[in-house]
């Protein structure tokens, strides 16, 4: 036994100095193409391929324990950040380093392994490397082994941020998981509770476009539309609040003493709504349910980074001056007065206790004191110079 043991060995040395030889691009297409796990240990084990600051090119779990620790110390991302990092890691190690195979046993002789298979994950970089080699070929293998590393730590990159939005929801008893039936598959995403039952097939047949279950990062691909349009505000349940006094519980969203979960920004737009006649005067021409939609939209495009203030007046045929003073976004940075939306959403948190304990909880809250004891809330009201 020992020896054959002794034949074995440089066997398998050789097979692993083989594989070592690859370049990147032919290793990973042994693990897309082969389903062949040596050479998935031959990318974990030994490609240091990834660079992190001025730190030496370090392994893909190195690289990953970077993007996670970074991740923690980000405290804004989530009072829980520490948590979301540590399910984004775990989430992003799974995406590259399960490959899915037939394990036997006796009540299941052909079940497949679940979670996430690697090589759909390291066959797009196999897509984007064809791509980029096409547009600009390498001129020898250095460069290439170089560009395919990069090609690779951005696409490793952009995954764990997949996994982090993924671990935030994940988190957050505001999002659930919603299988999606469609064109005979079925895909798995996270939607807002507020939305329920034949709504949320609803909500996907109206915003996302030629759904395919087949089609390669398809579920991605959906998840950043839905995270895009949806404002990504937490839900509260005013079930939770027992304080209220009955003059609250009565406010325009509760239903007949019926409660359901609404985001901070319907919230805040019911307020604007239901105080049109205290508005300036532009802004009450616009009428309840478009200055409903213009409160909705700001809020919209602030949760996906890309709310400006005169496109927005644009589109609601808004004078600039005026919708500085309800919604603007530089007032900070000039010392101007602090804009009457803002104010209302300040008023709005600080107000009902379940907002407030969100505030206190996402870290805002000195912010909201602050806004409060620079402003009336109230200063919407239309002014002489406001015509």
């Not at 064809?130 to 690779?152: G, H, V």
């Not at 982090?164 to 807002?192: H, Q």
């Not at 319907?266 to 021409?285: C, G, L, P, Y």
């Not at 007065?337 to 870290?363: C, M, Q, R, Y």
Request: charged share 30%; aromatic share 10%.
């Amino acid at each position: 036994m020992k020896l054959l043991y002794a034949i074995k060995k440089p066997e398998n040395s050789a097979r692993g100095l083989w594989y070592r030889n690859l370049s990147l691009v032919r290793l990973v297409g042994k693990i897309v193409g082969k389903s062949d796990r040596l050479a998935l240990e031959e990318f974990h084990n030994h490609r240091t391929l990834f660079t992190y600051g001025d730190r030496s090119p370090m392994l893909f779990t190195d690289y990953l324990n970077e993007l996670r620790e970074s991740t923690a110390r980000r405290t804004w991302i989530a009072p829980n950040a520490l948590e979301v990092a540590d399910k984004a890691y775990d989430l992003t190690i799974d995406k590259f380093n399960n490959l899915p195979g037939r394990v036997k046993n006796k009540s299941s002789p052909n079940m497949k392994r679940k979670g996430a298979n690697c090589r759909l994950y390291f066959n797009a970089f196999l897509e984007r490397v064809t791509r980029s080699f096409e547009t600009e070929p390498p001129t020898n293998e250095i460069e290439e082994e170089a560009k395919a590393a990069m090609i690779m730590q951005g696409l490793v990159r952009r995954h764990f941020y997949f996994s982090v939005l993924e671990a935030m929801r994940g988190t957050n008893p505001f999002w659930s998981r919603y299988y999606w039936r469609v064109k005979g598959g079925t895909i798995c995403v996270w939607l807002p509770v507020s939305l329920k039952g034949r709504e949320r097939q609803t909500w996907l047949e109206e915003n996302i476009d030629v759904p395919n279950p087949r089609r390669e990062g398809e579920r991605e691909r959906i998840q950043s539309i839905i995270y895009r349009k949806l404002v990504k505000e937490r839900f509260v349940s005013l079930e939770k609040v027992g304080d209220l006094s009955n003059e609250e519980k009565l406010l325009p969203w509760s239903d007949s003493g019926k409660t359901f979960e609404i985001s901070l920004a319907e919230v805040v737009a019911e307020e604007k709504t239901r105080n049109i006649h205290r508005q300036r005067r532009s802004i009450r021409a616009l009428g309840e349910e478009k200055l409903k939609r213009l409160v909705l939209r700001i809020f919209d495009d602030i949760s996906s980074d890309k709310y400006e203030d005169g496109k927005v007046a644009e589109d609601y045929r808004i004078q600039k001056a005026t919708f500085s003073r309800f919604a603007g976004s530089k007032w900070f940075l000039t010392g101007s007065t602090i804009p009457d939306l803002w104010l209302n959403t300040a008023e709005v948190l600080s107000t009902h206790p379940t907002f407030k304990e969100v505030a206190v909880s996402a870290g805002v809250w000195k912010q909201v004191q602050t806004t409060l004891e620079a402003g009336d809330p109230r200063c919407g009201e239309e002014t002489s110079h406001d015509q």
